[in-house]
């Protein structure tokens, strides 16, 4: 399946580097370019900020594992190279969330490891969701929103909402969902079989999450917080410095990382979401009154961004 995957990843790639062009295109080169340009020295800080929404996941994800053998240089490698593996290839959290499990299997568990990485998960989705349904409140206060990404915000809300009704159904009647597809989880692990007891007690730890305390709760949501905090930092901060969005206010840069959050999630599975987010930023900030150039420069900044701490990740990978 090795050559059908990799053709599989390199068509992908080139449908995104069209959609890319074609977008960079219609907005004009020289406005793209200069924006970039008008950045500077500041992408310095601008990656800076992307490591600390690092930062403060892998804070979270030790506050889930509650080991102290998972230290923060671990958990943080980790979530580089997860990062990195996320965006190289189609498979996005497939690829990504193993990836924190293998490189952290010698510091703790794989009971404990994979416990934590689910709900940690768990706590990043939920604060996505409260992100995107203020975005889209935001989003609707605008004038003159297109058809098209009006009912794209509907999209969102119905989503999230059905998110909500299956989170509801699951801490209230806690199937036993990992043990009922114990063969796949079998075949997906690679190995000739997954002892019955270690699926139950990923299962009971994570459900046993309902019975954590409020102030363990609240450091895991405080991190998430903070973690959607620097990435709206990170929007305000490029757009300040961008020509034509130097008046860009923190309502601008919250409404342009929500969309950008909802395109992460929806095109995961493009690599490097080529041509998506320039596209998707573009029309956000057209809306708001910026013009596409300010949102197609934005993507293409962060895009650099996520290369530059990729390369890390693949480092800290290619060493273990």
Request: hydrophobic letters at 60%; proline letters at 3%; charged letters at 15%.
């Amino acid at each position: 399946m090795r050559p059908k995957f990799s053709l599989l990843n390199i068509l992908v790639a080139i449908i995104g580097i069209a959609v890319l062009i074609f977008t960079v295109r219609r907005v004009g080169w020289s406005e793209v370019v200069s924006g970039v340009a008008s950045v500077g020295w500041w992408f310095i800080l601008v990656v800076v900020l992307g490591a600390s929404r690092m930062a403060c996941r892998a804070r979270a994800w030790i506050i889930c594992a509650d080991d102290a053998n998972l230290r923060f240089r671990d958990a943080f490698g980790a979530m580089l190279a997860a990062d990195a593996l996320g965006n190289l290839t189609p498979l996005g959290l497939l690829a990504s969330e193993p990836t924190k499990i293998m490189l952290t299997r010698s510091r703790i568990s794989t009971v404990t490891s994979v416990a934590s990485v689910t709900t940690e998960n768990a706590f990043y989705t939920a604060s996505v969701a409260v992100v995107l349904l203020a975005g889209t409140w935001f989003f609707f206060q605008r004038a003159d929103v297109p058809p098209a990404l009006e009912q794209l915000a509907e999209v969102i809300v119905m989503a999230i909402v059905i998110a909500v009704v299956i989170g509801v159904w699951l801490a209230r009647s806690q199937p036993a969902l990992l043990s009922r597809f114990a063969p796949l989880i079998t075949r997906l692990a690679g190995r000739a079989a997954v002892p019955a007891e270690a699926i139950r007690e990923v299962e009971s730890r994570i459900y046993g999450v309902l019975g954590w305390r409020m102030g363990r709760l609240a450091r895991i949501g405080s991190w998430e917080a903070i973690f959607h905090v620097a990435a709206v930092a990170e929007v305000w901060l490029v757009l300040r410095l961008l020509p034509g969005a130097a008046d860009a206010t923190l309502v601008d840069a919250f409404l342009l990382e929500s969309a950008g959050r909802f395109v992460t999630i929806a095109f995961k599975f493009i690599p490097y979401r080529l041509g998506i987010d320039e596209a998707g930023s573009g029309a956000v900030a057209q809306v708001i009154g910026m013009g596409p150039a300010a949102g197609v420069t934005l993507a293409l900044v962060r895009r650099l961004r996520i290369m530059v701490l990729n390369v890390f990740g693949l480092i800290r990978l290619a060493r273990h």
